[in-house]
């Protein structure tokens, strides 16, 4: 099946930093989405991303389809950025299954 | 606001005690999706709903059912739950095809505590 590796695992940061996510992915996909978990547990969509970039604030993510990689850009970074972010992508379909990737831990220190 | 809502948010419930989650939504999307998410994992997919038609995944244990009456509501039932059965339970919805694409929608999740 289809492998989706995230990095990097975990990753530290001091509040005013910028980061970079990236999400590899082993065969083609349909759709791609990035999601930040709260440390509720929430999932909460942050990107739709089958190609091309997108901007959202702070927070911009890239799909390089053809190259089956995703970047996900975070700006001058806040202490509420912290908790896990996960990319997901689906393979096609009808139902849209998601394939959630490793996840990346994110710590923004003040 | 459109929403997906899951209850109870906390659920204790006891070794081989059979137990029940629920999910509602607003968004009026045909697809429904139960995930299963451990301790510092990723979440997996269980089983999802098209419309009515159920869609088991092929390593979700029998113990774990799941029911739809209705459009709006979905309902994941464990028989009898075991220890390692604990963890986050999330319900996402879609709607491929329709407005909003392909793009799945998560509730807040209900964590099941085991006995």
């Known amino acids: 099946g289809i492998q989706v590796e995230q990095s990097p695992p975990d990753l530290i940061l001091q509040e005013g930093a910028n980061s970079t996510l990236r999400c590899n992915f082993s065969?083609?996909?349909?759709?791609l989405q990035w999601f930040h978990q709260n440390p509720w547990g929430q999932l909460i969509n942050l990107f739709y991303?089958?190609?091309g970039t997108k901007q959202n604030g702070r927070l911009s993510a890239t799909t390089v389809a053809t190259e089956r990689y995703s970047l996900l850009y975070i700006s001058s970074s806040q202490t509420t950025d912290s908790g896990v972010y996960f990319c997901?992508?689906?393979?096609?379909?009808?139902?849209?299954?998601?394939?959630f990737g490793t996840g990346t831990l994110l710590a923004v220190q003040p | 606001d459109a929403m997906v809502i899951q209850n109870p948010r906390y659920q204790v419930t006891q070794f081989g005690k059979p137990v029940t989650l629920s999910c509602s939504q607003t968004?009026?999307?045909?697809?429904m999706y139960w995930y299963q998410q451990k301790s510092s994992q990723a979440p997996k997919l269980l089983f999802h709903?098209?419309?009515?038609?159920?869609?088991n995944e092929a390593d979700t244990p029998d113990n774990f059912q799941s029911r739809r009456p209705n459009t709006s509501f979905c309902f994941l039932d464990i028989r009898s739950p075991g220890l390692g059965d604990a963890a986050m339970y999330l319900c996402?919805?879609?709607?491929?095809?329709?407005?909003?694409?392909?793009?799945?929608?998560f509730g807040p999740g209900t964590r099941l505590t085991v006995t």
């Open positions: 996402a919805t879609s709607s491929p095809g329709g407005e909003g694409g392909y793009e799945q929608y």
């Open positions: 065969d083609s996909v349909n759709n």
């Open positions: 968004l009026n999307h045909n697809v």
């Open positions: 709903y098209y419309d009515k038609d159920f869609n």
């Open positions: 991303i089958p190609s």
């Open positions: 997901a992508v689906d393979l096609g379909g009808a139902t849209n299954k998601l394939i």
